[in-house]
T-cell receptor, first 112, second 116 residues
Framework: GQNIDQPTEMTATEGAIVQINCTYQ??????LFWYQQHAGEAPTFLSY????GLEEKGRFSSFLSRSKGYSYLLLKELQMKDSASYLC?????????????FGAGTRLAVHP | EAQVTQNPRYLITVTGKKLTVTCSQN?????MSWYRQDPGLGLRQIYY???????DKGDVPEGYKVSRKEKRNFPLILESPSPNQTSLYFC???????????????FGPGTRLTVL
């Protein structure tokens, strides 16, 4: 079957660095996305990895290891506005169609 | 402005009263999808559409219907809503459902539905 695991909740301090892990089991792997979602709002795209390695985008970086079924999202210089849920989503290609499978999300609370 | 719109944003209804949640995108996207989001379960796909007149079931289609008569619109229909359909619903679109390259999904603002 297809499965995505990520921690339910994390807390961190303003200005610090936090790493949110995601492990997955899926067939037809065709990329991994990270989305940010503030409470009651729509998910917004943060990053995309399809090859192994690190993708950096300002304060946010995302890493992928396909052989380990593992990804992480790294947030640096945390700000209060980074308090949100972070969704790991795996794209799976099956029957010529790309399906996006979401983890339950990690709720990050940033404290002063 | 490129966007996905949903209406209504909030709806309280009663069991059995048919309702439709509209979704529209202005990006000429081929692929559209409906998700529901419940605490602890993440986003689960209800139905998706690869293009006009092409729709298929996602992971949790029971109790829902969809149609795709035009490229821009993808309404979600609840013929006889029940309390277990109380949830936060998101419509999403992307340029293609078949792309093998980077192809993010854009999400609408969400519809919070309560069925009493």
């Amino acid at each position: 079957g297809q499965n995505i695991d990520q921690p339910t909740e994390m807390t961190a301090t303003e200005g610090a660095i936090v790493q949110i892990n995601c492990t997955y089991q899926t067939s037809g792997f065709n990329g991994l996305f990270w989305y940010q979602q503030h409470a009651g709002e729509a998910p917004t795209f943060l990053s995309y990895n399809v090859l192994d390695g690190l993708e950096e985008k300002g304060r946010f970086s995302s890493f992928l290891s396909r052989s380990k079924g593992y990804s992480y999202l790294l947030l640096k210089e945390l700000q209060m506005k980074d308090s949100a849920s972070y969704l790991c989503a795996v794209r799976s290609l099956s029957g010529g169609y790309n399906k996006l499978i979401f983890g339950a999300g990690t709720r990050l609370a940033v404290h002063p | 402005e490129a966007q996905v719109t949903q209406n209504p944003r909030y709806l309280i209804t009663v069991t059995g009263k048919k309702l439709t949640v509209t979704c529209s995108q202005n990006m000429n996207h081929e692929y559209m999808s409906w998700y529901r989001q419940d605490p602890g379960l993440g986003l689960r796909q209800i139905y998706y559409s690869m293009n006009v007149e092409v729709t298929d079931k996602g992971d949790v289609p029971e109790g829902y219907k969809v149609s795709r008569k035009e490229k821009r619109n993808f309404p979600l229909i609840l013929e006889s809503p029940s309390p277990n359909q109380t949830s936060l619903y998101f419509c999403a679109s992307s340029s293609s459902g078949r792309a093998i390259s980077y192809n993010e999904q854009f999400f609408g603002p969400g519809t919070r539905l309560t069925v009493l």
